[in-house]
């Protein structure tokens, strides 16, 4: 129905930077928002970043000033460019859409199958 691909993790030292970038596809009818949550051992999966299609955001606390995200509408797209890495953003990355297929009349949220972020020295 509705597939997303993340690219972009790796391992980073602290205070260095790396982009994320998510796409989806598939028979999709509209997207509402696409966004990044974390997960870390041992530990709830939480959101990072959100942004809606008319362009409303939210962060984290954690991120704020550090983590910018954006979307390309037209590509189904979105992007989180993350600044001042720290340790405690180790954890994988996963891309999220609230999406309605186009063989449902409702939409659902849909994942990646996530990108590994290591910031260590």
């Known amino acids: 129905q509705v597939q997303l691909v993340e690219s972009g993790g790796g391992l980073v030292q602290p205070g260095g930077s790396l982009r994320l970038s998510c796409v989806a596809s598939g028979s999709i009818f509209s997207i509402n928002s696409m966004g990044w949550y974390r997960q870390a051992p041992g530990k709830q999966r939480e959101l990072v970043a959100t942004?809606?299609?008319?362009?409303?955001?939210s962060y984290a606390e954690s991120v704020k000033g550090r983590f910018t995200i954006s979307r390309d509408i037209a590509k189904n797209a979105v992007y989180l460019q993350m600044n001042n890495l720290k340790p405690e953003d180790t954890a994988v990355y996963s891309c999220n859409a609230i999406a309605r297929p186009t063989t449902v009349i409702f939409s659902l949220p849909f994942w990646g199958q996530g990108t590994q972020v290591t910031v260590s020295s």
């Open positions: 942004m809606t299609t008319e362009g409303t955001t």
